[in-house]
């Protein structure tokens, strides 16, 4: 398996691919102030294939969505590549987050209106990627996960593992600095769970910098580096 | 990201949802369809009714004996015309006189008219008769010849008859030189109008003839001097208003009366027509406004929708803004789909309206009041209208889901469980 990467050395100079300092995310509920992180820090660099893992309330949930810049934080700061994300408007937020982070979600991670090989050309059809470029990329990167023969079926005539895979294909697609996996195997049995956790090894092998949540211990073993969270920040 | 593919994710959407897709369009196709089919019928029946009093030309005025006044509840029409008593019809030589120097005038032709017993082939009828001035009718005539010729000075016992009446009304059609007989006396018809198919029709049926002549015809007495009306044609048909009030006045004057024993009327058949538009109008305007209100449940009915696909995909929007859409892309994706609504519901609802307007000529619906067949008129600026109508409308009711859609925050949007 060759990843279908066309440039591994991306320009910008930076030391890790995501740093959050000092994260705090606290939620308002009603009068009752929740802090879900209560000072984070945590550090990505390229290469690592990082497991977060922790109980349910841990606050795992939250990190994922401070390294994925889908939220910002109440406190601290979130640097992805070096570019503190509160610098940002929302639309470059969403472009950055889009081009320079790909996501695997535990599930409903495909769009439903669309084929697989529809749902790999996705974010790059978002970001204006050439014609040329959508159709070979696309098709080259659902030979990597083995799905060619499935290029024109709809997300419901998928499996739980297919659907994941295809999922993992389009997270490639844009070419990102980071994959970013929150419980992708949660809702597959243990045969198409080990399918998809060889998939993340052998990208992770190739360079590919991998940060995944867990709760499976099993699973965690396969990552280089295991950071556990408990009660808002990380176990000592 | 490219409108294109913004326009073929929407696209997707509608036709993975083709039942709800289906009946949110066939709530715009009710509406359009009924908008259309009634400014089509609204249209067709005031040609209709332009067509029915066209025969009376823009630039005639008429004068006739007696005066409708309206007071408080009560009105009443002073004259006794069915009596036909020779004071009743009092319009004079000396009321054409007084009109003949109104400035703006251009032919006064003084009018005899009333019933008479025909008899043609054995066969016998009652006709109207309509004297005129044999020297200008011919001049203020609308019509126009089929057959023969007008009347011209010097005719005494020829008659001039109208389409209907030579070809629809005897068992032999009457035809030039053909005698006929009317009020006992012997007459030689010299001409044969065209159909006109005016209001009323008088001019299909009826019979012209010298104005002496008729006096002489028709069961009404009327005396040698005087005329049961008198048609003006004005120089120029923008001069008929003021035309209108400058006889009236002068008339007034001249025949010594004021505005409370006023003995006369003058109309002006262009104000008529112009009323009639204007009654037609609102009443096409009222009924627009009822096909609007389907219109509007059709939009209802895409907001509603709208919503629906929105809540439907929020982990779908959850993952575009993850991927990289902005707020914007997010709205024109599900302005899109709205409007999609409301152009394929614009163009089916577009050919249901037509057709339906093209059916009602066969229905053998007859036009209200108006005595004639109903009719529609569709034109381009009606399925233009309609179809933009239903575009911008479909647009505007997806606007605040689509606001919705954009304004979600990615991580609650991937989150949001159904």
């Known amino acids: ?236 | 990201m490219r409108l294109l593919d913004i326009f073929l994710l929407s696209l997707s959407h509608v036709k993975k949802s083709r039942m709800r897709s289906w009946l949110t369009i066939v709530g715009v196709i009710i509406g359009v369809a009924s908008v259309v089919a009634i400014i089509s019928i609204g249209q067709g029946m005031q040609e209709n009714v332009q067509q029915r009093l066209g025969g009376f030309g823009a630039d005639i005025i008429t004068v006739i004996p007696g005066y409708f006044r309206a007071t408080g509840a009560h009105s009443e029409m002073h004259t006794d015309r069915s009596v036909s008593t020779s004071s009743s019809i009092n319009l004079t030589d000396k009321d054409i006189k007084v009109i003949k120097q109104v400035p703006g005038v251009m032919y006064v032709n003084g009018i005899v008219s009333g019933k008479a017993d025909l008899k043609y082939d054995n066969e016998k009828t009652v006709v109207s008769v309509t004297g005129v001035d044999t020297s200008i009718w011919r001049l203020m005539d609308n019509t126009g010849i089929d057959d023969g010729r007008y009347l011209q000075a010097g005719d005494s016992n020829s008659i001039v008859v109208g389409y209907n009446l030579a070809h629809g009304t005897f068992l032999q059609s009457i035809t030039l030189n053909r005698p006929i007989t009317i009020g006992g006396k012997n007459f030689r018809v010299v001409g044969i109008l065209k159909q006109s198919g005016g209001f009323g029709g008088s001019s299909d049926t009826g019979i012209y003839m010298p104005a002496e002549m008729a006096r002489e015809v028709i069961t009404e007495k009327v005396a040698n001097n005087q005329f049961t009306s008198i048609v003006i044609k004005a120089s120029d048909a923008s001069l008929v208003e003021y035309l209108k009030a400058d006889i009236d006045q002068k008339l007034m004057s001249s025949r010594q009366v004021n505005p409370r024993t006023k003995d006369f009327t003058v109309i002006a058949s262009a104000l008529i027509r112009e009323q009639m538009s204007s009654v037609t109008q609102t009443l096409s305007l009222f009924l627009s406004a009822i096909a609007t209100v389907s219109l509007l449940v059709g939009a209802i009915g895409i907001a509603n929708t709208m919503f629906m696909s929105v809540m439907e995909r929020t982990k779908q929007i959850g993952l575009l803004k993850a991927i990289g859409a902005g707020e914007r892309e997010i709205m024109k994706l599900f302005l899109i789909e709205s409007g999609i609504f409301g152009l394929v519901g614009g163009i089916i609802g577009v050919i249901f309206g037509a057709a339906i307007s093209l059916l009602i000529p066969y229905l053998g619906i007859q036009a209200l009041g108006f005595g004639g067949d109903m009719k529609a008129t569709i034109t381009a600026e009606t399925i233009f209208f309609a179809l933009g109508f239903s575009v911008v409308i479909g647009i505007l009711s997806g606007i605040i889901p689509a606001r919705h859609a954009a304004k979600m925050r990615p991580v609650d949007a991937i989150r949001y469980d159904q």
């Open chain 1, 1 to 236: 398996m060759v990843l279908p990467i066309y440039k591994t050395k991306h320009d910008e100079e930076f030391l890790n691919i995501i740093e959050l300092d000092d994260v705090w995310k606290i939620y308002k509920m009603g009068e009752v102030e929740v802090p879900a992180l209560k000072g984070l820090s945590l550090k990505v660099a390229p290469g690592e294939f990082l497991a977060l893992m922790g109980p349910s309330g841990s606050g795992k949930s939250t990190a994922i969505n401070m390294i994925g810049c889908l939220d910002i934080p109440t406190k601290g700061r979130v640097l992805l590549a070096g570019q503190d994300i509160a610098t940002l408007t929302e639309l470059e937020l969403s472009r950055i987050r889009g081009k320079k982070i790909g996501f695997v979600f535990q599930s409903h991670n495909l769009y439903p209106t669309l084929t697989a090989l529809e749902n790999v050309q996705l974010p790059m059809r978002v970001h204006e990627f050439r014609e040329a470029e959508i159709w070979n990329r696309s098709e080259e990167l659902l030979q990597l996960v083995g799905l060619s023969d499935r290029a024109n079926h709809y997300p419901s005539q998928l499996s739980g593992g297919q659907s994941q895979r295809v999922a993992i294909a389009r997270a490639l697609s844009t070419n990102p600095l980071l994959l970013l996996a929150d419980e992708p195997t949660g809702n597959l049995d243990t045969e198409a769970g080990k399918e998809v956790l060889d998939i993340f090894t052998q990208l992770n092998e190739q360079g590919v910098t991998v940060v995944m949540i867990t709760h499976d211990e099993k699973i965690g073993g396969r990552a280089n580096k295991i950071v556990r969270m408990i009660d808002g920040t990380l176990a000592s």
